[in-house]
């Protein structure tokens, strides 16, 4: 099928019986009718090859299927993660052209992503265990006491604004700015945003050039870039920038999603109580079955054919992995929330040079909040009655709190 519009039946889907199918499909990841329940349109878009649509006057490509997807986000080549500055195309680029290595295709990715690299290596994230155990106890100590807490606010946003703040190696008195930097729903950069946190972090950096040895994630940037890789100082910030803003709300919006995925089923609360050593599994799960990043971006650098459909060159492109985390070629039961699944390929923290780089840190916080929680509160529930809400962006969603009772 080419650039031939839906069938009615994905409309019907998508919106019900009551949307006149002259109407063009309107999937788009940042409408909040999307984002608060994806899962219909996912179910309508997985019976379909890709298909074209418009959106504020241009054709976009929304690829859905898992095998589509896996092979959009393989091909750097002939599809670009640089913003192709079309209309509706900003979420690209969330930066405005500060180089960050999410927004740049080999061989520029290459050169920022082996900069980080050392910072986020598994083996040394998994040796600081023991710290961010103890920066989540501190957090859960504030839990003491109360019979009521917000888990968002009060765990799954505070941990990694303080892992980054341990991990830059910042006073805890400027947090705020980490917490800031980090923000849930920051999409987009504005210039006076961009240049107060351009202030503090270059002076970051230029201090940490002047003591040399440093373990933390900026001193460890610039051995690498010193070493061989010579990056910039703008690229510098930008590095700094991305992992902080890439790893805090994502991380937050995964911790508190496994929560939330476990205290709405008694029977396997009672599972993980009993065995924490398959907290990992959860936080798996959750990252296939609802996690904080449902569509990427690329664009088409030439003329492309996937799973059937034609997509011209320079056409944006919507990798719905999301939906692809559901598609039932690839997941028995893929609406089933299932911990033992094995294997469990989700495309959470995508495929590809572009893969996560921050998935060590992310597995290791979901592990550690949710075991220590588990721990510390073992009579945990949710408020009867209490309904998810979601705040949307157009690459993902998270829950905009998560009450738990302790007691
Ligand atoms: C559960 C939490 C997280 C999820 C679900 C997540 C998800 C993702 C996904 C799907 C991508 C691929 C983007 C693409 O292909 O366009 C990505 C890339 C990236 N993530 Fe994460 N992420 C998480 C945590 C983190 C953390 C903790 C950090 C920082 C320490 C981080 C930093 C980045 C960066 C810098 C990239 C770009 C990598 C590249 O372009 O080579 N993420 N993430």
């Known amino acids: 099928m080419s650039n031939t519009p839906p069938s009615p039946t994905i409309y019907q889907a998508a919106y019900g019986t009551a949307v006149n199918p002259s109407l063009k499909f309107k999937y788009d990841s940042s409408d909040p009718a999307v984002g608060s329940d994806p899962i219909p349109y996912y179910r309508s878009l ?14 976009w490509g929304i690829v859905s299927r898992y095998h589509d997807c896996v092979e959009v986000l393989r091909d750097h080549k002939r599809y ?70 917000d888990a968002v606010r009060s765990l799954a946003v505070e941990l990694p604004v303080r892992v980054f703040g341990h991990l830059l190696d910042i006073p805890e008195r400027d947090y705020d700015l980490v917490r800031s930097i980090g923000a849930p729903g920051q999409t987009l950069y504005t210039d006076d945003y961009l240049s107060s946190r351009h202030t503090y972090i270059t002076d970051l950096i230029r201090r940490r050039r ?37 790893g805090i709300s994502t991380t937050a ?4 999603g496994a929560l939330y995925q476990m205290v709405t089923r008694p029977e396997l609360l009672e599972q993980l109580r009993a065995n924490p050593a398959l907290v990992p599994d959860l936080i798996e799960e959750t990252l296939r079955y609802d996690g904080p990043v449902q569509t990427l ?28 985390n559901r598609d039932p070629a690839v997941f028995q039961d893929p609406d089933e929330f299932d911990i033992t699944r094995d294997p469990n390929d989700h495309l959470g923290f995508g495929e590809g040079v572009h893969f996560c780089i921050g998935a060590a840190p992310a597995r290791l916080q979901g592990k550690i909040a949710v075991q220590m929680v588990l721990e510390r509160f073992p009579h945990l529930s949710i408020p009867e009655g209490w309904r998810p809400q979601y705040a949307v962006q157009a690459f993902g969603r998270g829950l905009k709190s998560l009450p738990l009772s302790l007691r």
């Open 297 to 324: 971006f690329r664009v088409t650098t030439e003329d492309v054919e996937i799973g059937g459909t034609s997509i011209p060159a320079r056409t944006p492109v919507y990798v719905v992995t999301g939906a692809a």
């Open 46 to 59: 997985l019976a379909s090859p890709p298909i074209m649509v418009e959106r504020r006057a241009i054709q």
């Open 253 to 256: 919006d995964s911790i508190s």
């Open 210 to 246: 002047a003591r040399s040895g440093g373990q933390d994630l900026i001193s460890l940037a610039i051995a690498a870039h010193e070493a061989d890789e010579k990056i910039n100082e703008l690229e510098l910030f930008g590095m700094v920038m991305v992992l902080v803003t890439g």
């Open 80 to 149: 670009s993660s640089v913003n192709p500055n079309l209309p509706g195309t900003e979420d690209f680029d969330a930066f405005r052209g500060v180089p960050v290595m999410t927004f740049v295709d080999p061989p520029i990715h290459t050169r920022l992503r082996r900069v980080a690299a050392p910072s986020m290596a598994v083996r040394r994230i998994y040796d600081m265990e023991p710290q961010f155990r103890a920066i989540c106890g501190r957090i859960l100590d504030s839990w003491s006491g109360q019979s009521q807490v």
